[in-house]
């Protein structure tokens, strides 16, 4: 058993919105930076994987945002994994500002191959594992499955350079930008508390055309992000 | 007189492109915020303009990169300041690996009133100023003064949410994505030096429409951005 392990974070100036505070993206980027870097550290990061063609895909993700920080605030990003099995891991996070909480996160990732992009069994990592999950449960519900939606408005626009990983797939956190951009922008100016769940199902490759649908219902907003009107990306639903 | 000063990056994942190195981009995001903090260190940062309604605006950049650092590589940003008159300052950059030369930059300021969003005599801040300077040249040509072209390809989008800075425009960042978002991938992939040069000519607002016009003309690739069809925005020529 492992204990919980922190990260700091200074909230630089490309990380915050229009009313200076870190955007919900950047929240969810110190969140996926320090799981790459934590599971680096105990010994199962994708440097490992890698080795055996092996990769970390993210499949759900739920985070609750109490607060956003500040530009040049100093936070510390609180990470632990407290459930491995065969086909899923969940890591969870902590954003804090010393002592008071700001948000809160459960992640859900499964490995592929990389060349046949199917799921692994991650039994081969049980021992490193074990090693490094903590007795400590997640701070918010897990992420919820999120379906289909009949969308009332949508968007389309082309994949471009600025949007691709090294995989050239689309960035995970450029899913989350098309979303809150989607969002009328007095939501997130009055933002005072919101939780995001999404699911990521499929990857969008560079030349492809995005589609982002959104459907209101009262404070609920729900998305569905396709390729080429055909392929479902990423389903998302923000509660404020 | 002063002396050049130096600040320590590490390249951070978010920062690389499918290529794994830093983008151009990412590049000059790290000029730019060396000059912020540098200019904060001297004594004439935002927080002390601010107090008279003051901002710094960009006007114009010239970056040649030679080779784009890796991911987590850990790289030096050189910055002086060596020329200053009434309407103008001139802010150098030099991005190292140790004692390889990576890119450099010359960028030119001016100083505006928030308010009327006029230029301001920048005497007032003769003295400070003064014991910033350094005696050393600008490491590459200034930023050139760039015409009107006439485009041979367009695309257009709406400013959103994840475009805008604190003013509520669009960010200077988010020109040069937009630049090298329409440039062949290719061309970005096998990369081995360019130059880019930008003049800033006025600022987009969230819900204008941008027009990104290109022409391409051998190596040389040059670039108009305007809002809502009128309104010139940004100028940019990049040689490979």
């Not at 990260?7 to 993206?25: G, K």
């Not at 510390?76 to 008071?100: G, H, I």
């Not at 992640?107 to 991650?122: F, L």
């Not at 939606?149 to 989350?176: C, K």
């Amino acid at each position: 058993m492992a204990e919980i392990t922190s990260y700091p974070h200074r909230v630089e100036p490309q990380e915050v919105d229009f009313t200076l505070r870190a955007s919900v993206a950047s929240i969810i980027n110190y969140m996926l930076n320090v799981a790459g870097t934590d599971a680096h550290n105990k010994g199962f990061g994708v440097d490992v994987l890698q080795g055996q063609s092996f990769t970390w895909v993210l499949s759900r993700l739920a985070v609750e945002v109490r607060e956003q920080p500040r530009q040049y605030e100093d936070v510390e990003v609180d990470t632990w994994v407290n459930e491995f099995n065969r086909l899923s891991s969940t890591r969870n996070f902590r954003v804090r500002r010393s002592d008071s909480l700001l948000a809160e996160g459960v992640s859900q990732w499964c490995m592929i191959n990389m060349e046949t992009r199917q799921a692994v069994d991650m039994s081969t990592l049980k021992d490193v594992y074990e090693r490094a999950m903590v007795a400590e449960p997640s701070p918010i519900a897990i992420p919820a499955r999120l379906r289909s939606i009949e969308p009332t408005t949508t968007t389309s626009r082309p994949v471009v350079y600025s949007d691709i990983d090294f995989n050239r797939h689309v960035n995970t956190l450029r899913y989350i930008d098309l979303i809150f951009d989607t969002l009328p922008i007095e939501l997130i100016e009055n933002n005072n508390g919101l939780r995001i769940d999404l699911n990521f199902i499929a990857e969008a490759r560079y030349g492809e055309v995005l589609t982002i649908g959104a459907v209101e219902e009262g404070n609920t907003w729900q998305f569905e992000i396709s390729a080429d009107g055909t392929k479902t990306l990423c389903r998302a639903k923000i509660t404020f």
